[in-house]
């Protein structure tokens, strides 16, 4: 059996649940998380998976463990394989070239008996919510959820009601919402889900009686609702870490003014973000002239721009794809008539790099991922070194994972060790320029955000290192430099 979800999915699944979680619908706010692209909802998998294996039956549940492992992500198969171990239990999973996504098993009887309509109802339900703190007040309280979305219009509903008894969807429903929304709410990460129901129906205009604890050690928000003479459910959600923003204190503390680079012209190609924001700054603080390329990040963009233009510094934005052969054509021109071909070229620009293991990967997205990262890089040399004046610097930022390879980046790797034997071999070509391969180590970006503590270096910091580094007063050609 195989699974395949669209936006339009995510759209019915969050309009029955009220589950209106951001990593979930907006596109700009998944790309600046680890997973750099909306996420499927869990409850919307598990349910998804039940009618696939129990097709045209009506079944109740009365048991189901379920352990959500990996992100399930938009139009991508994914293979649904389940057991049924007696004529009452089964077990199942969700898996992608191998790995499993999800899995789950239960207990469940056949029905005979209809299912009462449902009609959707007006419950407690935020846009948005995101106060969750560890202090909040664990104390059992009373919570009151209706079905969100007339069934008769939302085809996600019509399938699963088929299926199941409209009180355990609704409360299913009602797990991903809580969990979604109220807590630990926008930064929840769905982790376990563990129900108990005692019968099929459930009068949703009565209480649900919630208990909530926290684990600060592991950042795990752990949920228990009661439904009274119904059943039981146990969620547990990580809260996963905020997005990395520029810290205004840690700018004014880690940059000294200067004008070390003042009447230097530097671009930096995705200079909004992560590293890229980083240098941008460290640059923009000793009088450069700088240029800042971003493809989408366009409030983090005028950020760096209103922080980089306090220090006086003469700063405009490019915004356009580092990628695109067109629009670095135009954009070359725009900096010949602005007078702005750059003394320093940073080639920082990259796609999301996801972590994956080579078998995780098809060839086709192992190798898409190596051509988009090397489109940042070919692109731009192809239309500014022939331009570059004499004794100008171009400069990748490779990665020190190239020097020290680690698992489950050999995509990342390929990418980063051909683009650094490619500024080796323009070097024999463009013989007036300058090349410089920085390989910085793994820094705190909204790619590397962890649920847990790990070894990470602050991209602030590395930016100062590398601006301070005696490189910039070398005349050697080709340079590689690792700073960590």
């Not at 409850?43 to 696939?52: A, E, G, H, K, N």
């Not at 980083?278 to 989408?296: E, W």
């Not at 954009?331 to 995780?360: H, K, M, V």
């Amino acid at each position: 059996m195989t699974l395949r979800f669209s936006k339009e999915d995510l759209l019915s699944f969050e309009l029955a649940s009220g589950d209106r979680n951001p990593l979930h619908s907006n596109p700009q706010y998944a790309r600046e998380t680890p997973f750099g692209e909306v996420v499927v909802f869990g409850v919307q998998v598990l349910l998804t998976s039940l009618t696939l294996i129990f097709k045209q039956k009506k079944i109740s549940i009365s048991s189901l463990e379920v352990k959500f492992k990996k992100p399930v992500l938009l139009n991508q198969d994914y293979s649904v394989k389940c057991i049924f171990e007696t004529e009452t239990r089964f077990s199942a999973s969700v898996s992608r070239l191998g790995l499993v996504c999800c899995e789950f098993s239960g207990l469940f009887a056949i029905r005979t008996n209809p299912d009462p309509l449902l009609s959707p109802g007006h419950s407690r339900i935020r846009d948005q919510s995101n106060s969750f703190s560890p202090q909040i007040d664990t104390s059992p309280c009373d919570f009151f959820y209706r079905l969100q979305d007339d069934p008769a219009n939302n085809l996600f509903l019509k399938s699963i009601l088929a299926l199941l008894p409209g009180s355990q969807v609704t409360a299913l429903l009602w797990s991903s919402y809580f969990v979604g929304m109220e807590y630990p709410g926008t930064q929840a990460l769905f982790s376990e889900l563990h129900c108990q129901f005692q019968s099929d129906h459930f009068d949703f205009s009565r209480p649900i009686r919630v208990t909530r604890e926290w684990d600060d050690r592991i950042s795990l928000a752990r949920i228990t609702a009661l439904f009274e003479d119904f059943g039981l459910i146990e969620a547990s959600a990580f809260k996963r870490p905020e997005t990395r923003k520029l810290n205004v204190a840690e700018i004014s503390e880690g940059l000294v003014e200067g004008n070390a680079f003042s009447g230097k012209t530097i671009l930096v190609t995705g200079g909004s973000r992560g590293f890229g924001a980083s240098l941008s700054l460290a640059f923009a603080s000793q009088g450069a002239r700088l240029f800042i390329n971003y493809a989408a990040s366009e409030e983090r963009a005028r950020h760096v721009l209103q922080i980089s233009r306090q220090w006086g510094a003469d700063c405009q934005l490019l915004k356009f794809n580092a990628g695109d052969d067109a629009e670095w054509a135009s954009a070359t021109r725009a900096l010949a008539i602005s007078q702005g071909y750059p003394d320093i070229l940073f080639l920082n620009a990259a796609p999301f790099i996801p972590q994956r293991a080579f078998t995780e990967q098809t060839t086709e997205d192992w190798l898409e991922f190596v051509q988009l990262s090397l489109k940042s890089v070919v692109a731009p040399c192809q239309h500014l070194l022939p331009v570059l004046r004499p004794g100008s610097c171009v400069v990748l930022i490779s990665s020190i994972y190239v020097a020290k390879p680690v698992k489950f980046f050999s995509h990342y790797i390929a990418a980063k060790a051909a683009a650094e034997q490619l500024m080796k071999s323009l070097a024999l070509e463009f013989k007036s320029l300058r090349f410089i391969i920085v390989r910085p180590p793994k820094m705190d970006t909204d790619q590397t955000a962890s649920i847990l503590p790990s070894r990470t270096e602050s991209p602030l910091a590395i930016a100062v290192k590398l601006l301070n580094h005696p490189v910039w007063n070398s005349s050697e050609r080709v340079v590689e430099i690792d700073l960590a």
